[in-house]
Nanobody, 124 residues
């Protein structure tokens, strides 16, 4: 199994930036497709971004395209979410997720392992 721990959340003004990190342990993250999800108060958890094992393919929710960037550093066993031009509607708990996949090219929105989440609050 892989264990995931998110960090980097906090309070930021609208228009600002944050970089979330997801540190993996227990297994090398290079064997996993990785993703970020978020859950705002009173709402269901929603997909934010995904990256395949090779790091060459990514996909984003329409609401964050052009503002958020997912990346991975397998040498550090860490996945990142760079969030720019933050909006108040980005306020949520952000979760990192992992799925073991055989192929380095697969993108997925279905995950097996989840972190505990990190709070991101964007003020107006």
């Amino acid at each position: 199994q892989v264990q995931l721990v998110e960090s980097g959340g906090g309070l930021v003004q609208a228009g600002g930036s944050l970089r979330l990190s997801c540190a993996a342990s227990g297994r090398t993250v290079s064997r996993y497709a990785m993703g970020w999800f978020r859950q705002a108060p009173g709402k269901e958890r929603e997909f934010v971004a995904t990256i395949n094992r090779s790091g060459r393919s990514t996909d984003y929710a329409d609401s964050v395209k052009g503002r958020f960037t997912i990346s991975r550093d397998d040498a550090k066993n860490t996945v990142y979410l760079q969030m720019n031009s933050l909006k108040t509607e980005d306020t949520a708990v952000y979760y990192c997720a992992a799925k073991w996949v055989a192929s380095p090219t697969i993108l997925t929105k279905q995950y097996d392992y989840w972190g505990q989440g990190t709070q991101v609050t964007v003020s107006s």
